[in-house]
């Protein structure tokens, strides 16, 4: 079955616009601390992991400080990959970050033990063909966890999120202006993941909402 494409096609983030995704996500760092350190629970020293669309980094840099893992992320933005990897550097920890495609990620077959993507999957113009490519580049046996927005969200509580982010009153006021008109209208349902999901060659996933969001967890 040919994979459906999304009309929305996702435009990678870059320059100023990619800069200031950054500033305001590092005010939630604790989520990414938090996601690390659940990640690093499932993980064996030496596991190989990928982060698909990483942004600035944040994660796998988390990731890095917890273990001997060895971890890459892939970015469809230039300015992104540049921005993690100067990131990495700075925090001193070894990450490898790479300028690629969901729907083409560039590894071999069964290549890691762990996948991770974190607020970008309701951005994939061809989110099918990014699940089937999840599954090919891991091993037998691995796992994948995607977090991302829920589109049947309630106004009140993406207000509630925003006002926890501890952003100022402009980008405060551009982040609840992008939840509602753009990024709930481009997220997907409980049901509709699934429907997505059933599709792939996963041997086992699980849909959970969260807040205001979705926890998918995966197993080949």
């Given at each position: 079955m040919k994979a459906a494409a999304k009309a929305y096609k996702g435009a990678p983030m870059e320059g100023m616009v990619a800069s200031w995704?950054?500033?305001s996500t590092a005010r939630s760092m604790s989520a990414y601390t938090s996601d690390a350190r659940r990640a690093a629970a499932l993980l064996t020293p030496g596991a190989r992991v990928l982060e698909v669309a990483p942004g600035p980094g944040y994660f796998g840099i988390e990731l890095?400080?917890?273990g001997d893992f060895d971890i890459t992320g892939l970015d469809i933005s230039r300015s992104f990959v540049e921005m993690a990897q100067g990131?990495?550097?700075r925090a001193g920890v070894r990450v490898e970050f790479r300028l690629g495609s969901a729907s083409e990620i560039p590894f071999q077959n069964g290549q890691f033990d762990f996948l991770f993507c974190r607020a970008a999957f309701k951005n994939f113009s061809e989110p099918q063909r990014a699940?089937?490519?999840m599954c090919r580049?891991?091993?037998p046996g691995g796992r994948a966890w995607?977090?991302?927005l829920?589109?049947?969200a309630s106004l009140a509580s993406i207000n509630q999120e925003v006002a926890r982010m501890?952003?100022?009153l402009f980008s405060a006021w551009l982040t609840r202006l992008a939840f509602r008109y753009s990024l709930l209208k481009r997220a997907y349902n409980k049901p509709e993941f699934e429907r997505l999901l059933a599709q792939t060659e996963f041997g086992h996933f699980m849909v959970e909402e969260q807040g205001i969001g979705l926890d998918i967890w995966l197993t080949k």
């Amino acid at each position: 079955m040919k994979a459906a494409a999304k009309a929305y096609k996702g435009a990678p983030m870059e320059g100023m616009v990619a800069s200031w995704y950054a500033k305001s996500t590092a005010r939630s760092m604790s989520a990414y601390t938090s996601d690390a350190r659940r990640a690093a629970a499932l993980l064996t020293p030496g596991a190989r992991v990928l982060e698909v669309a990483p942004g600035p980094g944040y994660f796998g840099i988390e990731l890095a400080r917890m273990g001997d893992f060895d971890i890459t992320g892939l970015d469809i933005s230039r300015s992104f990959v540049e921005m993690a990897q100067g990131n990495a550097a700075r925090a001193g920890v070894r990450v490898e970050f790479r300028l690629g495609s969901a729907s083409e990620i560039p590894f071999q077959n069964g290549q890691f033990d762990f996948l991770f993507c974190r607020a970008a999957f309701k951005n994939f113009s061809e989110p099918q063909r990014a699940l089937q490519e999840m599954c090919r580049v891991l091993r037998p046996g691995g796992r994948a966890w995607i977090i991302d927005l829920r589109r049947n969200a309630s106004l009140a509580s993406i207000n509630q999120e925003v006002a926890r982010m501890g952003l100022g009153l402009f980008s405060a006021w551009l982040t609840r202006l992008a939840f509602r008109y753009s990024l709930l209208k481009r997220a997907y349902n409980k049901p509709e993941f699934e429907r997505l999901l059933a599709q792939t060659e996963f041997g086992h996933f699980m849909v959970e909402e969260q807040g205001i969001g979705l926890d998918i967890w995966l197993t080949k």
